[in-house]
């Protein structure tokens, strides 16, 4: 492997230094140019040649010298483009941007087939941590069952600090924005906009199939009270946002992204601050898990590292590069809607204090053919109502929602205070 | 990748059934003979063609038809010399053979190397588990720092009833081998002589080097008793039997496997039953931990299939498969001596209830430089004597060790009851 590998960095923010860092590290690795927003920002970033930073992104993707064009910059514009370009001029790609991966990743798999390139983003999803290989190869002879995770760090957090402080979502959020874990606009994370795009790639990958992230159903974290935590603690669960996958016996694809209630002995429970952990399920393998830092400079740029690493080895002797390594999904999945999924619920409701109540829940639940497992309700609330929480079989999402819509016509209900999945 | 990859599977126990059954689901793989000690014995494998077993191994060695030689028959020999003179014949090599490849491994590396063929062994560490080609591969950016593991099932579900049951080693060892789950000589697994052999093969991956088996220092789980189990808890950890590669300073390797007291913050302490887990530790990607089951004729199937396709897929396209599956170890660890060892550990002594016996122990710690961080005594025994337990800030061994010969030098002394090393 005496061949050196020429690269182009484009993009300079956290990602990107450490990527650069971790790079310069690597004898048989050149860092030809870097493309930035601005040559003359001053950075103090270790081992970093002034002289090969440049505005001119084109030329990056244009230059002839240059084998892998590394992505960093992030945002779909005009990252899309410069990839696209970079594709046709056949280069390989390493990319960290799952909104463009989630989002794009059909058009760039197909324009890196018929260039007889790859694209490799083992960064996009869960940061530092092994996935995507790993599904490609070790997993290979599995048929992949089900995906589930935590793959966002910041809501992890938050979900982590109001389980241990007993404290509100709204308070948790302002600490996480004050010490960097949440950004100002916090919606991309708390809302499960970031969750989504990464089980979308995986999705994809594991299922081999087009997943349209818009599809994807999701629910954010922030009805999520430490009332809501402390029952489910209760009843042996945590309460983690979940990216979730899985394939249906009519092979429809059930992905969604939403708070539930992981059973303490399931692995995921015991994944706290801003950990990621995903749990994949094959028919030989049964269950294995992956775990690690999510996101960050160094962790990022380590899986980033890892593919040009992985490409650059290749080039060294074979002239195409890993079939491995290659993506081919032909058919789009057939996406199942939330109304068809199937899931355990958690229901807290608001009630008078009447006689029959209980049994009024109970047989409207019974009507939609939905059985309950749990109940607890502990004496009244200060306002004299009752305060009922409810764990139920499987249940149909359409036959749940029929449930509580029939439980609010009822004079004794107050509220439906909150309606969250769960997992065993 | 219309090009079919010709196997023969080398043994049919309980690895190489759950291998065919996997394999079988793949059109362009063709199991072409299957090698058996006899082949009337009565078999029940569905989609086994009796028409292809044979009792010859070396004819398939030979066989000029086939790319890929699955060797899942374990034991050194005759494995060894097959593999030899598969090599020698231009064939890849898939093994789920760990004894082989800790002992044997670097021969066999070599002989790869110089024939231009693989050897690919995912299912010999951790079984299921993805853990080679995370470390060749996305991992490959990392300066490796350390590794440690639960490797070994038998002895992790054994630890974890006594934990949950407070039963006594011997007890469970008995109930484990009427289950199945430990042998009828547990050796092998109680002394830690199987975790070694995986520990020796990762860490001669993760460190580049070539590591010495028999050089492990090596402690069974035999003289846990369920006393230090419940100490442990009262002090935050739990007891596992863990595997353990660590370069120094000085770049020596520290390679151990012995029963260690696991902070209950670390990953590794909630890792129960059979499964196993691996922590890697790396300078850019910091921990990252692969969890799942380590053993059973799925799960390690499904890493055999994995290594056989990988090599498939590659020979589908390219002349040579993978760099990233070549094992270069040109250099010999240096693999530190147990007593040069550091750790923190946990005391339990038995003595006199006589005043200044903690002073003492405190004493003569103290003049071997070892500071005591905990240190509990809860009245009487029965007999009158007093259970003292510490615990050590960071020591080394020689040190320790020195220590406890002073001690048993004290009137007041009974004994040294236990020595257990601890992780943070």
Redesign the interface.
């Given at each position: 492997?005496s061949k050196k590998t020429v690269i182009g960095l484009l993009g300079l923010g956290t990602v990107g230094s450490?990527t650069l860092k971790?790079?310069n590290?690597?004898d048989n690795i050149i860092i030809k140019n870097i493309a930035v927003r601005d040559t003359n920002k001053k950075r103090n970033i270790e081992g970093l040649d002034n002289n090969i930073l440049t505005t001119d992104a084109e030329m990056l993707v244009n230059d002839p010298d240059i084998d892998i064009i590394v992505e960093v910059m992030g945002g779909l514009h005009p990252a899309f483009e410069l990839i696209k370009k970079a594709l046709q001029n056949g280069k390989h790609i390493v990319t960290a941007n799952k909104d463009l991966i989630a989002k794009h990743g059909e058009d760039l798999f197909s324009l890196a087939k018929e260039n007889n390139v790859v694209i490799m983003y083992?960064a996009a999803v869960a940061g530092?941590?092994?996935i995507?290989?790993?599904l490609r190869?070790?997993?290979?002879?599995?048929?992949i069952t089900k995906i589930a995770g935590i793959m966002n760090g910041t809501t992890n957090y938050i979900l982590t600090k109001m389980e241990s402080e007993g404290s509100e979502f709204n308070a948790v959020l302002k600490e996480a924005q004050e010490l960097g874990y949440a950004e100002s606009d916090p919606s991309g994370d708390v809302q499960g906009h970031d969750a989504a795009n990464k089980i979308s790639i995986l999705a994809s990958l594991a299922f081999n199939k087009k997943v349209d992230v818009d599809k994807i159903y999701r629910e954010g974290i922030d009805y999520i009270s430490p009332i809501d935590i402390s029952y489910a603690s209760e009843f042996g669960y945590n309460i983690k946002l979940i990216a979730l996958a899985q394939e249906t016996k009519d092979k429809a694809l059930d992905i969604r992204v939403h708070p539930m209630l992981i059973s303490k002995k399931h692995?995921l429970a015991?994944i706290n601050d801003v950990m990621n952990a995903i749990v994949v399920e094959?028919?030989?393998?049964?269950?294995?898990?992956?775990?690690?830092?999510g996101a960050?400079e160094?962790?990022t740029?380590?899986?980033?590292?890892?593919?040009?690493?992985?490409i650059a080895?290749?080039l060294?002797?074979?002239?195409?590069p890993?079939?491995?390594m290659r993506n081919n999904h032909s058919t789009n999945a057939v996406q199942l809607k939330i109304d068809d999924s199937r899931s355990r619920y958690y229901i807290r409701v608001n009630t008078d204090n009447l006689p029959g109540v209980i049994g009024d829940l109970g047989l409207t639940c019974g009507r939609k053919g939905i059985n309950l497992c749990s109940i607890i309700q502990k004496g009244l609330l200060p306002d004299g109502t009752a305060r009922i929480v409810l764990l139920t079989a499987l249940a149909y999402e359409k036959d749940i929602q029929e449930a509580l819509k029939e439980m609010y016509q009822k004079r004794t209900m107050k509220r439906v205070e909150n309606v969250i999945r769960v997992m065993d």
């Open positions: 492997m450490g971790v790079l590290k690597f083992e530092g941590i092994p995507l290989m790993p190869q070790s997993l290979s002879g599995n048929s692995p015991h094959g028919d030989a393998v049964g269950q294995v898990m992956f775990s690690g830092p960050g160094m962790p740029a380590s899986s980033v590292t890892g593919d040009v690493l992985s080895s290749e060294g002797i074979n002239e195409y890993l079939p491995m």
